[in-house]
């Protein structure tokens, strides 16, 4: 098995064979990802989240790309830069800005906050706040698929950070030995906390790893909402086939800091401002063929989204501290 960097896709293909309405709601999506992690960022600093966040603003195509590559009966294990990652799934925004808000009407009635939001019943396993704490559990996933003989597939998110850590190499063996229907799917946003890849790694992309596990990697644009549309579905069609995991590599960048406690004095504001200008959803519009004016009312149907969720969330109760323990196993 050898890693390749993917070529670039045929847009006006994928624009004819979803149409237009898909095609826009793909947009509105990106949106709506966005405009939650600026909300988020801004209740925030008016002191409304408890602990910490991590904002994935600049990477929307690469969760609207690889959720449309996949179908309701898949599962999603997600990782703690990961709202977009949720929102993309399917997730309900009111109910994902109350458990960000630890309301209790949120997914996980307020006890998981922004980086533990599950939703189980649409098999949306959660998010984790241990790096790479999602990958082993992927393996458990991907068996429990095998044993029931079903067609499914699991996607596990996770960052470049992740792809040094144990975990990620001990599961990628087990997954590839068991050819186990896993979309191994690493977010390389450029920067693990403060850890520049290209001081972490001594190989020109990510996605080479699969190499010793003899599965298929792949790199492609993880600002091109195509490019990630294409590379997940090839590897979920060789997932559902019976030939085993496929380890995805997205190349992409967080605008923000790792955290709010980030500084980012490890980089530059040139190099942010140069990546910002490989702004996913700019590029995605401009393949539909709109400029900043046309998408200025689909701006205004995000933001009205947002503060329909947040009036939502903030109108909700707190947890009960009668409650705290319901959910709790020994």
């Known amino acids: 098995m050898t890693s390749k960097h993917s070529t670039q896709p045929d847009y006006q293909t994928y624009l004819q064979a979803w149409g237009q309405e898909k ?73 994902m800005m109350a458990e960000f808000l630890g309301k209790e009407t949120g997914y996980c009635r307020g006890r998981g906050g922004s980086m533990h939001i599950a939703n189980v019943e649409a098999n949306n396993l959660g998010a984790n706040g241990i790096v790479g704490g999602g990958i082993p559990i992927a393996v458990g996933v991907g068996l429990s698929i095998k044993l029931r003989k079903t067609d499914q597939v699991v996607i596990v998110m996770f960052g470049d950070g992740a792809a040094n850590e144990g975990a990620f190499h001990e599961s990628l063996n087990m997954a590839s030995i068991w050819k186990l229907p896993i979309i191994y799917y690493c977010e390389n946003n450029q920067y693990a906390m403060s850890m520049a890849v290209k001081r972490a790694f001594n190989i020109e992309r990510i996605s080479q790893r699969a190499c010793a596990y003899g599965i298929p990697g792949v790199t492609m644009d993880g600002n091109d909402l195509f490019a990630v549309y294409a590379a997940v579905s090839e590897a979920v069609e060789r997932a559902r086939a019976g030939n085993g995991p496929t380890l995805v ?82």
């Open 23 to 95: 095609a826009l709601a793909l947009l509105k999506e990106m949106l709506v990802i966005r405009t939650f992690e600026e909300k988020a960022e801004e209740l925030y600093a008016l002191g409304k989240v408890h602990g910490t966040m991590h904002l994935s603003i600049g990477q929307e195509a690469s969760a609207a790309g690889a959720s449309l590559a996949l179908r309701e009966s898949d599962y999603l294990l997600n990782h703690h830069r990961g709202h977009g990652h949720c929102l993309a799934w399917g997730s309900d925004v009111n109910l």
């Open 249 to 330: 590599e997205a190349e992409t960048y967080r605008w923000r800091g790792h955290s709010k406690s980030d500084r980012q004095a490890y980089r530059t504001r040139e190099e942010v401002k140069a990546w910002q200008k490989k702004d996913p959803i700019r590029h995605y519009a401009r393949a539909l063929g709109l400029d900043d004016a046309g998408m200025e009312r689909y701006r205004a149907e995000a933001s009205e989204i947002i503060d329909q969720a947040v009036a939502f969330a903030e109108a909700s109760p707190e947890p009960s501290i009668d409650t705290i323990l319901e959910g709790v196993y020994a």
